[in-house]
């Protein structure tokens, strides 16, 4: 890869921290010349004869005027980030002294880096593999404790270190079967096919986790997708506001290119959801009926969790109908609201007030509800009062509870490559074991072996094209 050469030889800048007012910035130079370029406009210390881990305060010149107070950090290659030299410059936070900087860089040798340009040359410099790479961004991106820890587990070599253990397995396999075709008609088998079929049947006991890992990592990373669903006025919004304004993590209201995608986000328990069709739920009670049962259908058909809330057995028995034939895999949590009007709360401690006290027309809905519902109380549902916050935290459990009974802390793909990637990767073992099965021919086998091992070789970076990277490492956001 000549680009690669050239790449490393010029010295690229940019800042490490975001846009705006802080306390400091951080500028990162990387390359050939990042200590010549960082000596010529610092003056304090001689960069030139400093050691790489060391700090050194004094002052950024334009000429003879000062620029900033700056403390610049030094790592030799290769002892660094991008395995280049590196100078990372803490200036103070302010989007103009960072400006100023990056112009007096540029002017003095190094070039604007492209986006993710520090983590592609770190790739590229054996820093890690591309798995990892990928994780940095994740990683950054994360915004709950559950993305966090999968972006940790991948950084740190996670499934990839797996792949390519079992894909030089493979590969010595596949020169052994292409070793039997140089004899050509000769009828010489160097790869056993026993052992090269127990070897694919590994490789697809680490594969197929792997792939049926992706939708629950998808939803660590997005957002676990939860769907609140039931008649008008059983409280659904009276729930979901109860349910943002618990955790104070309110994250973000998306606002889509139609009203029907705007979501809320919360985090539990460091878990993150999201909560489909906001706008559905907010809207008052005078939906055309058939629209709100669409609109409901459409907000289940997206979750992965989905809410019945009811407050009746009329309004249950609605529900059952919406129930029927919904897939298996989406985890569905009953619950029956406006408990607080059925069954009397019990007393609050004397003297307390920070319970509602129900009075008699209380118990008389009690009264008229029970003789109309009959034995509620048989239908299995979680009961609450989104009114006055019963049932809340164990909601919050449930919640937890449907998403974590999911792949637990093993390995978990996140990212829409990776999982293609081993989709193919999975087809080609199965066409391998089908050659087997069959008895095909030691070229036909070749073909497919080769076919895995390309694929898996994209999903590590062992096989990179330039279009490949640049469509990664173009994602990442300048600085990185
Ligand atoms: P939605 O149409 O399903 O979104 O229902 P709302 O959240 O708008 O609630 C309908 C009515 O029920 C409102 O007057 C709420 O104050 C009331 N409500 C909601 N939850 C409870 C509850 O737990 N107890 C009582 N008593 N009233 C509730």
Redesign the pocket.
């Known amino acids: 890869m000549n680009k690669t050469a050239i790449y490393q030889q010029e010295t690229i800048c940019a800042p490490a921290t975001p846009q705006g007012t802080g306390a400091i910035a951080v500028i990162r130079v990387s390359g050939a010349d990042a200590i010549a370029v960082a000596g010529r406009v610092f003056k304090g210390r001689n960069l030139a004869e400093a050691d790489s881990h060391t700090v050194h305060f004094g002052t950024l010149r334009d000429g003879d005027r000062i620029v900033d107070e700056v403390l610049v950090t030094l790592f030799r290659s290769p002892r660094s980030f991008t395995k280049e030299d590196s100078v990372e410059i803490s200036c103070h936070g302010s989007d103009f002294i960072v400006r100023e900087i990056l112009k007096l860089l540029v002017r003095n040798g190094a070039r604007l880096a492209a986006p993710g340009e520090f983590t592609q040359r770190a790739f590229l410099n054996g820093q890690f593999d591309l798995v990892q790479a990928e994780a940095v961004a994740d990683l950054i991106a994360a915004d709950s404790e559950a993305s966090h820890r999968t972006a940790l587990n991948q950084l740190r070599g996670g499934f990839s270190r797996q792949l390519s253990g079992l894909r030089a397995q493979l590969i010595h396999f596949a020169s052994l079967v292409e070793l039997e075709l140089d004899f050509g008609e000769e009828d010489v088998e160097f790869a056993g096919r026993d052992d090269l079929k127990q070897l694919i049947l590994d490789l697809k006991a680490v594969v197929s986790p792997l792939i049926e890992s992706f939708d629950f990592g998808n939803a660590m990373k997005e957002g676990v997708p939860v769907a609140?669903i039931?008649?008008?006025?059983?409280?659904?919004?009276?729930?979901?506001?109860v349910l943002l304004n618990e955790e104070k993590a309110i994250v973000t209201s998306i606002a889509g290119t139609t009203r029907d995608v705007i979501e809320d986000t919360l985090v539990l328990g460091g878990v993150k959801f999201r909560i489909i069709d906001t706008a559905g739920?907010?809207?008052?009670?005078d939906v055309v009926e058939s629209m709100g049962i669409e609109r409901s259908r459409r907000a289940m058909e997206k979750a992965d969790v989905v809410i019945f809330?009811f407050?009746s057995e009329d309004t249950f028995r609605e529900l059952e109908g919406l129930a029927e034939g919904l897939d298996s895999k989406k985890k569905v949590v009953w619950v029956r609201?406006?408990?607080?009007?059925i069954s009397p709360l019990p007393r609050a401690a004397p003297g307390s007030t920070d319970r509602p006290q129900f009075t008699g027309i209380?118990d008389k809905v009690l009264e008229d509800k029970s003789k109309a519902v009959g034995d509620m109380a048989v239908i299995p549902a979680l009961r609450?009062?989104?009114?006055?916050g019963?049932g809340i935290p164990e909601l919050r459990e449930t919640l937890l509870d449907a998403v974590q009974q999911t792949p637990g802390s093993r390995t978990v793909v996140t990212n829409m490559r990776h999982y293609e990637h081993l989709l193919r990767t999975r087809e080609a073992l199965d066409a391998v074991l089908d050659g087997l099965g069959m008895g095909v021919t030691g070229d036909f086998l070749a073909q497919d072996i080769r076919l895995a091992l390309h694929h898996l070789g994209e999903i590590t970076g062992a096989i990179v094209t330039d279009d490949l990277l640049d469509n990664i490492f173009s994602k990442f956001c300048i600085g990185k």
Do not use: Q
């Open positions: 609140i039931g008649s008008p006025n059983v409280g659904k919004s009276t729930l979901l506001n739920i907010r809207e008052t009670s809330l407050d609201n406006k408990v607080d009007l209380a609450i009062s989104a009114a006055t019963l």
